[in-house]
């Protein structure tokens, strides 16, 4: 990683941006993609017959820290930590308690850097890591998923393409998450 000193930014009031893609526009537009490296990665089959299972899922984390660069205090820096998960199952055979039959995953880390010194709210920053972010990495994700599957001697596997409605939910699940219940007056 390149030298750099992040300054967790203080989280500003949480408001509700317009709309969460024009606040990703928004920041996207000030930034430029410098790196996207695989930090980690695990694979894990005990496909024996060389068939696919039929269902799939994938779990998809972002986290985004905002930063100024210790080269240059005027710039800032934007890190994105996507963490991937796919795991298959067979729709047709019982399911015992071990593993999946295929278990795929991988973490990238994508870094951003702004000549300017930028402000953004926590909740612009997280719909810049899940839109703009996974826009970028998602070609990524898809090719270590198709190049490990086929080199594990299993067929070819296709991740579907990235879908911003993939991430609209994402988002409202998380801040469904988020919302601290509400307690009923007497």
Not at 34 to 40: D, G
Not at 113 to 141: C, K, M, R
């Amino acid at each position: 990683m390149s030298p750099s000193r992040l300054c967790e930014m203080a989280a500003k009031k949480p408001t509700e941006p317009s709309s969460d893609k024009q606040a990703a526009r928004a920041i996207a537009e000030r930034f430029d993609l410098k790196r996207v490296r695989m930090t980690a990665c695990d694979a894990r089959s005990t496909i024996e017959d060389n068939e696919l299972p039929q269902k799939t899922t994938i779990n998809v984390q972002v986290k985004v820290r905002l930063g100024t660069s210790v080269n240059s205090p005027s710039t800032s820096i934007i890190i994105v930590d996507a963490q991937f998960r796919l795991l298959s199952s067979y729709t047709d055979r019982p399911t015992v308690d071990a593993a999946p039959p295929l278990a795929v995953s991988s973490q990238f880390q994508l870094i951003y850097e702004s000549s300017e010194q930028v402000d953004a709210t926590t909740i612009d920053l997280e719909a810049f890591g899940h839109y703009t972010a996974l826009f970028n990495v998602w070609p990524f994700w898809r090719e270590f998923v198709q190049s490990t599957v086929v080199r594990m001697g299993l067929p070819p596997l296709t991740v579907p393409l990235f879908k911003p409605a993939f991430v609209q939910e994402m988002l409202s699940q998380k801040r469904r998450r988020k919302k601290p219940a509400k307690r009923k007056r007497d």
